[in-house]
């Protein structure tokens, strides 16, 4: 793909994003069907960063704006338009969840494109182990199967909020979020 259809689908991309007035809330990217339009030179790093062309995207209103057109489909990450649909590189989860608030009986989570998610049964928290590392690895979906990577402090958090429930697998700690109950770690970790 030549340089000018890469210019012209990036100005594609943020003229159809700035074309969702504010308040509206976020494009119907799930319901568009475009037709696939290549690669583009963006990658989301494990950090959280969005890079473009090997630079940081420094504008974090850019960066909010390309956050409400990417969609996940079967064969990856995609910046989506009503007219193109142009595959970018996300190394782990495309956001980091930054904060986590207790309101009432819900969790309020705030990501680092302005996001906010409460944990519940559509938004759920799942903790993976890190098979290099054996370190736990939380995430929240956020929406239309795109997940959070919670930062590590916003994780001591939930385990500082955590209680202990009795499970098949024996005790485990966890936290509660619109009546489900997430666990934060494996089976009796928390009295090693």
Same mark, same amino acid.
């Given at each position: 793909m030549g340089d000018n259809s890469v210019r012209s689908g990036l100005d594609g991309v943020i003229a159809a994003a700035k074309a969702q007035a504010p308040g509206r809330g976020l494009p119907p990217v799930h319901l568009w069907n475009p037709a696939h339009c290549g690669e583009i030179?963006?990658?989301?790093? $494990?950090?959280?960063?969005?890079?473009?062309?090997?630079? +940081?995207?420094?504008?974090? !209103?850019?960066?909010?704006?390309?956050?409400?057109?990417?969609? $996940?489909? +079967?064969?990856?990450?995609?910046?989506?338009t009503p007219v193109e649909k142009m595959k970018i590189t996300v190394e782990d989860a495309p956001f980091i969840a930054t904060r986590v608030d207790r309101e009432g009986e819900a969790l309020k989570f705030l990501t680092n494109v302005g996001d906010e998610v409460e944990a519940g049964p559509e938004n759920e928290i799942r903790i993976e182990m890190d098979a290099a590392t054996g370190e736990p690895r939380p995430y929240l979906h956020v929406r239309r199967g795109l997940d959070a990577l919670i930062a590590r402090p916003v994780f001591y958090e939930l385990v500082e909020m955590a209680q202990e429930r009795e499970t098949p697998e024996g005790p485990r700690l966890g936290v509660e979020s619109n009546g489900?109950?997430? +666990?934060?770690? +494996? !089976?009796? !970790?928390h009295r090693l």
């Open positions: 030179d963006i990658v989301i790093r $494990k950090d959280g960063l969005w890079f473009h062309e090997g630079s +940081p995207i420094g504008r974090e !209103a850019l960066v909010r704006l390309f956050s409400t057109v990417l969609r $996940k489909d +079967p064969d990856g990450f995609h910046l989506v489900v109950w997430f +666990p934060v770690g +494996p !089976a009796g !970790a």
